[in-house]
T-cell receptor, first 112, second 113 residues
Framework: GEKVEQHESTLSVREGDSAVINCTYT??????FPWYKQEAGKSLHFVID?????DRKQSQRLTVLLDKKAKRFSLHITATQPEDSAIYFC???????????FGTGTTVSVSP | ETAVFQTPNYHVTQVGNEVSFNCKQT?????MYWYKQDSKKLLKIMFS???????VNETVPRRFSPQSSDKAHLNLRIKSVEPEDSAVYLC????????????FGPGTRLTVL
C-alpha cells in the first residue's frame, strides 16, 4: 500500500523567513496531495492541496509543488509568522474516495 | 453551523470495557472517515463509509466496529478496550466520493487505564 514519508520532523525559522517541508510517496496511483495544520491541542485544519494534473498551486503565502516523476511534493511557506507555528502533515490518496495516508508530521516553530 | 461534530471530547475507561464515540457532519458530504492519532501524533485511517457502504478497513482489530445510520453519521464502537487503544480518534468527512478535501472533527481522546 501507499507510504508517505515526511522528511523534516522539526523546522525552526525566524519570523519573515521561508519554510519548506518535503514529502515523498510510493504509489504512482496517488493523485491527490493535501496538507493539514494541527495547532497544539486542536484538530486537523486543511491548508492547501494539489492534484496530479498540475505541478504547482499557490494560495496566499502557501505554495505546493508536485514532482510526479520523483514522487515528491513540498509545502513552501513564505513570510512566516508566529501563528504559522504548528504541526504540518502531508498526505496522499488515490482518486475514487480513498482514505488519506499521512506523513509523520513536521513541527514548525516560528520565532520572533 | 456546518461542521463535523464529535462526542464525547474525552473518555476515560478501564481495560475490557466497551466504548462508543459519535460523529455527525452537517456539511452534506457523502463520505465519512475515522482516523486514529497516537501519542506520537501519527495518523492512521481506520474506516471510511460512502453511502452506508464500508469502503476501507485498514487491518483494524475486530474489537473496533463502525456504525452508520445515514450518510451524516458515523459512530465508532470499541468492544473490550485495551491499553493500546488510548489515542485521539478523529472523524472526518468529504464530498464527491472522497475526492474532495476532508474536514475533521475536534477529536475524542480515549484513555484506557
Amino acid at each position: 500500500g501507499e507510504k508517505v514519508e515526511q522528511h523534516e520532523s522539526t523546522l525552526s525559522v525566524r519570523e519573515g523567513d521561508s519554510a519548506v517541508i518535503n514529502c515523498t510517496y510510493t504509489d504512482t496511483a496517488s493523485s491527490y496531495f493535501p496538507w493539514y495544520k494541527q495547532e497544539a491541542g486542536k484538530s486537523l485544519h486543511f491548508v492547501i492541496d494539489i492534484r496530479s494534473n498540475v505541478d504547482r498551486k499557490q494560495s496566499q503565502r502557501l505554495t505546493v509543488l508536485l514532482d510526479k516523476k520523483a514522487k515528491r511534493f513540498s509545502l513552501h511557506i513564505t513570510a512566516t509568522q508566529p501563528e504559522d507555528s504548528a504541526i504540518y502533515f502531508c498526505a496522499a490518496s488515490m482518486q475514487g474516495g480513498r482514505a488519506l495516508i499521512f506523513g509523520t508530521g513536521t513541527t514548525v516553530s516560528v520565532s520572533p | 453551523e456546518t461542521a463535523v461534530f464529535q462526542t464525547p471530547n474525552y473518555h476515560v475507561t478501564q481495560v475490557g470495557n466497551e466504548v462508543s464515540f459519535n460523529c455527525k457532519q452537517t456539511l452534506g458530504h457523502d463520505t465519512m472517515y475515522w482516523y486514529k492519532q497516537d501519542s506520537k501524533k501519527l495518523l492512521k485511517i481506520m474506516f471510511s463509509y460512502n453511502n452506508k457502504q464500508l469502503i476501507v478497513n485498514e487491518t483494524v482489530p475486530r474489537r473496533f466496529s463502525p456504525q452508520s445510520s445515514d450518510k451524516a453519521h458515523l459512530n465508532l464502537r470499541i468492544k473490550s478496550v485495551e491499553p493500546e487503544d488510548s489515542a485521539v480518534y478523529l472523524c472526518a468527512s468529504s464530498r464527491l466520493g472522497g475526492r474532495g478535501e476532508q474536514y475533521f472533527g475536534p477529536g475524542t481522546r480515549l484513555t484506557v487505564l
